[in-house]
């Protein structure tokens, strides 16, 4: 599961107290959904902090994927923006891709590092006044290091991603997602395309649950050619949801 910065939640609790951090816990149904995903993990832990600053804004996740006998894999992305504007509308965007999996397939076990990526671009934000609603829109380059494990050469690339937040229902509700294209030329057609819209209800917003800052909802992943299946291909469409838990801290 790839997750990416669902900005609604983190920048109303910028708006108050300067970063927000949170750990979700997703169960995936890909598995129970999908026959050619049967070996697929059912358990992937996120975490998440944003942060704000004078100059702009840091943000990370780290996923990590289980199997019955432990961690199978680790994903992060790490990127940071720097205001280009005074209303801190346009900002530069820098950012870090890269992880790594084991798994099982045909009775045998592997390990893989996945080609790490940077991307380098710019980025369009906007909030409204009580930041119950958020967009922003980012344009990158993207540069494919070499992949020496899977003899993986280096190569050029770009993406475009969107991300949205919406909060309503007195903050009871929160709506939120992003959505990735990118190339890549190893896949059929030379585009991957990814979003994951997650849907939550906020616990601390019913009355008496103030210190309660527990969210649950559903994630669910709209993806294609990037989902590898049992036979190790990456070339289909896929809906994946899962049931989840987020505690913000």
């Known amino acids: 599961m790839k997750q990416r910065l669902l900005m609604l939640a983190a920048f109303t609790v910028a708006a108050v107290s300067g970063f927000a951090q949170n ?3 997703h ?3 890909g598995r129970s959904l999908y026959n050619d995903l049967s070996e697929r993990q059912s358990v992937t832990t996120t975490i998440e902090l944003f942060k704000p600053d004078r100059w702009g804004s840091t943000y990370f996740f780290t996923d990590l994927d289980y199997e019955s006998d432990g961690v199978m894999g680790a994903y992060w992305e790490i990127s940071r923006e720097f205001n280009l504007s005074a209303n801190k509308q346009w900002a530069a965007h ?3 891709d890269g992880g790594v999996s084991t798994g099982r397939m045909d009775n045998s076990y592997y390990g893989n590092r996945f080609q790490q990526a940077a991307l380098l671009g710019g980025a369009w934000n906007w909030h409204s006044a009580d930041f119950s ?18 003899d993986m050469r280096a190569f050029n690339s770009f993406q475009a991603t969107a991300v949205w937040g919406i909060t309503f229902a007195k903050g009871l509700c929160t709506f939120s997602g992003f959505a990735d294209l990118w190339y890549d030329q190893s896949v059929r057609g030379h585009y991957i395309f990814l979003s994951e819209p997650q849907f939550w209800v906020n616990l601390d917003k019913l009355k008496g649950w103030d ?3 527990l969210s649950l909802g559903s994630e669910v992943e709209l993806s294609n050619n990037f989902v590898w299946n049992n036979q190790g291909e990456n070339n289909k469409f896929y809906a994946i949801p899962t ?5 913000t801290f």
């Open 23 to 25: 750990v979700q816990l």
């Open 27 to 29: 169960y995936d149904l």
């Open 94 to 96: 820098v950012e870090y």
């Open 133 to 150: 609603r958020t967009f922003s829109l980012q344009a990158m380059y993207k540069y494919y290091f070499k992949n020496a494990h899977k």
């Open 211 to 213: 210190d309660v800052h």
């Open 243 to 247: 049931v989840a838990a987020k505690w």
